[in-house]
């Protein structure tokens, strides 16, 4: 069995290295450069407007409250549902693990990451809006395979034809898109995930006569246990479908990362006279990394920027194409509309989350800014529990937290990933037989609690680096589309001139929802 595991490894590390190092990150940044270049700086430019429209919005009903129509969600309700995906693991063992193996300036380069992932990912979502449709029980169905398919094919305007031939071409991808996200709805949104929980429930909430009940290889009986709980606790809400998972969702996921901010922002104050030694190193070791062990420069700095980009897009998925299939969902008639709340969502989980966690780490004297080396005993799954377990010491409260959390952010990540899996199954084998792929995922979620961490951990991002390489040539060769959307939209709705709205690839679903929409404006 180990034989097999280490040989699984082996190849799996292959693959990670040519797809993230050779080509992944160059597509990945070079993808959000090109839609922020398109969109005119749309993050920036038009800062005020999206933010009034997503966070300034969460008093509205319109967004807020649930929908009557059972064939989509609120735009809030799918915002919470990407959260619960994206704001997992990779929030606080990711961040660890970025700063560990690519020392403080890898946060530099997360941040990075993010901010041209605003706009991939407001991309995926302007995309699939526009490309979604209704499957056999009248649910939206949306997703990179979907503008893959039929964005690739052709499409045709009625005062312009714009046309790509690839009709072949865009029918392999998505298709290739679609394995890679059920694979991935496996790793990243399983395996990954219920392996953190598990390290850090054992290591918090501590039994022994479970924990020293060894069955095979580092493999106990509290392994066991805890796989089955959480694989009936999946059970439970993700065959309730996603009106069951986002209702879930908007509940938890607020709470969740409001509860770790504030967390967060007490260990930060306590240690207040690290702030500003903590923030000079992420931007100095951004571009003049500390050699932990050696080695020249440049290097140095490719191991940097290869951790913070890897890590970044681990926690924010902007790239992947994997949250679009939840917003696709919404109640929305403009594809900008939930394009922005993309930009939202990145920006929370990378700008505000992840940062908090990274400050945390920093400022706790745990990780030392002028060697890169840990405290005695410490390593990267455990230090942000260790960096609150050293302000909440008394019976381990800190630790404590951060297990908690860290089965919050792990579990709603799991549902989350398995409504993008179930979308992908869809498209592939029809609606009908989504149960099965359920059934599947369900069962995989227990794996997560047996494999090593570093060997779950690769998978993860071996299956997320894959999913996103269709997916980009996809956003790259519809980005002209990407723009017209949003310049239609800015005239609109910023610029109030009265022209006719872009809406989406099928007539019936434009004529629809065109009327609507300009009598809004």
Same mark, same amino acid.
């Given at each position: 069995?180990?034989?097999?595991?280490?040989?699984?490894?082996?190849?799996?590390?292959?693959?990670?290295?040519?797809?993230?190092?050779?080509?992944?990150?160059?597509?990945?940044?070079?993808?959000?450069?090109?839609?922020?270049?398109?969109?005119?700086?749309?993050?920036?430019?038009?800062?005020?407007?999206?933010?009034?429209?997503?966070?300034?919005?969460?008093?509205?009903?319109?967004?807020?409250?649930?929908?009557?129509?059972?064939?989509?969600?609120?735009?809030?309700?799918?915002?919470?549902?990407?959260?619960?995906?994206?704001?997992?693991?990779?929030?606080?063992?990711?961040?660890?693990?970025?700063?560990?193996?690519?020392?403080?300036?890898?946060?530099?380069?997360?941040?990075?990451?993010?901010?041209?992932?605003?706009?991939?990912?407001?991309?995926?979502?302007?995309?699939?809006?526009?490309?979604?449709?209704?499957?056999?029980?009248?649910?939206?169905?949306?997703?990179?395979?979907?503008?893959?398919?039929?964005?690739?094919?052709?499409?045709?305007?009625?005062?312009?034809?714009?046309?790509?031939?690839?009709?072949?071409?865009?029918?392999?991808?998505?298709?290739?898109?679609?394995?890679?996200?059920?694979?991935?709805?496996?790793?990243?949104?399983?395996?990954?995930?219920?392996?953190?929980?598990?390290?850090?429930?054992?290591?918090?909430?501590?039994?022994?006569?479970?924990?020293?009940?060894?069955?095979?290889?580092?493999?106990?009986?509290?392994?066991?246990?805890?796989?089955?709980?959480?694989?009936?606790?999946?059970?439970?809400?993700?065959?309730?479908?996603?009106?069951?998972?986002?209702?879930?969702?908007?509940?938890?996921?607020?709470?969740?990362?409001?509860?770790?901010?504030?967390?967060?922002?007490?260990?930060?104050?306590?240690?207040?006279?690290?702030?500003?030694?903590?923030?000079?190193?992420?931007?100095?070791?951004?571009?003049?990394?500390?050699?932990?062990?050696?080695?020249?420069?440049?290097?140095?700095?490719?191991?940097?920027?290869?951790?913070?980009?890897?890590?970044?897009?681990?926690?924010?998925?902007?790239?992947?194409?994997?949250?679009?299939?939840?917003?696709?969902?919404?109640?929305?008639?403009?594809?900008?509309?939930?394009?922005?709340?993309?930009?939202?969502?990145?920006?929370?989980?990378?700008?505000?989350?992840?940062?908090?966690?990274?400050?945390?780490?920093?400022?706790?004297?745990?990780?030392?800014?002028?060697?890169?080396?840990?405290?005695?005993?410490?390593?990267? %799954?455990? !230090? @942000? &529990?260790?960096?609150?377990?050293?302000?909440? +010491?008394?019976?381990?409260?800190? $630790? #404590?937290?951060?297990? /908690?959390?860290?089965?919050?952010?792990?579990?709603?990540?799991?549902?989350?990933?398995?409504?993008?899996?179930?979308?992908?199954?869809?498209?592939?084998?029809?609606?009908?037989?989504?149960?099965?792929?359920?059934?599947?995922?369900?069962?995989?979620?227990?794996?997560?609690?047996?494999?090593?961490?570093?060997?779950?951990?690769?998978?993860?991002?071996?299956?997320?680096?894959?999913?996103?390489?269709?997916?980009?040539?996809?956003?790259?060769?519809? %980005?002209? !589309? @990407? &723009?017209?959307?949003?310049?239609?939209?800015? +005239?609109?709705?910023?610029?109030? $001139? #009265?022209?006719?709205? /872009?809406?989406?690839?099928?007539?019936?679903?434009?004529?629809?929802?065109?009327?609507?929409?300009?009598?809004?404006?």
């Amino acid at each position: 069995m180990q034989a097999f595991l280490n040989k699984f490894a082996e190849i799996n590390g292959v693959i990670n290295d040519f797809v993230w190092v050779k080509i992944g990150l160059i597509i990945l940044i070079g993808t959000g450069i090109l839609m922020t270049v398109l969109s005119r700086f749309f993050q920036l430019s038009h800062l005020k407007h999206w933010w009034k429209n997503t966070v300034g919005s969460l008093f509205d009903k319109k967004v807020i409250g649930h929908t009557k129509d059972k064939s989509s969600i609120s735009p809030f309700q799918a915002l919470c549902t990407a959260l619960a995906a994206t704001v997992g693991t990779g929030n606080i063992a990711g961040v660890a693990a970025a700063i560990v193996l690519g020392g403080a300036g890898a946060v530099f380069w997360m941040w990075v990451a993010a901010f041209f992932g605003m706009m991939t990912n407001y991309s995926e979502n302007v995309l699939g809006i526009y490309f979604r449709r209704k499957n056999e029980k009248g649910e939206w169905s949306g997703g990179a395979m979907y503008y893959l398919q039929d964005g690739l094919g052709g499409y045709k305007f009625e005062d312009k034809n714009i046309k790509f031939g690839f009709k072949k071409f865009g029918k392999f991808l998505a298709i290739l898109f679609s394995c890679f996200a059920i694979l991935a709805s496996f790793g990243i949104g399983a395996m990954g995930q219920v392996n953190k929980i598990v390290l850090n429930v054992k290591k918090a909430f501590d039994i022994k006569p479970l924990s020293d009940k060894i069955l095979f290889g580092d493999i106990s009986v509290y392994n066991i246990i805890l796989g089955v709980v959480i694989m009936l606790l999946t059970g439970i809400i993700v065959l309730g479908g996603l009106k069951r998972i986002a209702s879930f969702a908007e509940k938890a996921v607020p709470f969740m990362i409001i509860l770790f901010v504030l967390g967060s922002l007490t260990i930060i104050a306590y240690n207040y006279q690290n702030i500003l030694p903590a923030l000079k190193s992420i931007f100095v070791t951004a571009f003049k990394p500390v050699a932990i062990e050696g080695g020249i420069i440049g290097t140095l700095i490719s191991r940097v920027i290869t951790q913070g980009f890897k890590r970044g897009v681990f926690s924010n998925e902007a790239g992947l194409g994997s949250s679009v299939m939840v917003h696709s969902n919404s109640d929305v008639k403009e594809p900008v509309q939930q394009g922005m709340w993309g930009i939202f969502e990145v920006f929370a989980d990378t700008m505000v989350v992840c940062t908090m966690t990274a400050l945390v780490v920093l400022t706790s004297g745990l990780y030392n800014l002028e060697t890169g080396k840990l405290a005695k005993g410490l390593e990267d %799954s455990t !230090l @942000v &529990a260790s960096a609150f377990n050293s302000v909440f +010491s008394w019976g381990n409260i800190g $630790e #404590k937290f951060i297990a /908690i959390a860290m089965f919050l952010f792990a579990f709603t990540t799991v549902l989350g990933w398995s409504h993008y899996g179930s979308k992908a199954w869809e498209y592939l084998f029809g609606e009908k037989s989504v149960f099965v792929f359920k059934i599947i995922h369900i069962c995989t979620v227990f794996f997560g609690a047996v494999l090593t961490s570093s060997l779950a951990w690769d998978i993860s991002d071996t299956f997320n680096g894959l999913m996103m390489i269709p997916n980009l040539i996809g956003v790259i060769t519809l %980005s002209p !589309l @990407v &723009a017209k959307i949003t310049k239609n939209y800015v +005239s609109r709705k910023i610029k109030k $001139e #009265k022209i006719k709205p /872009i809406l989406s690839y099928d007539e019936n679903i434009q004529n629809a929802t065109e009327e609507a929409v300009m009598n809004e404006q």
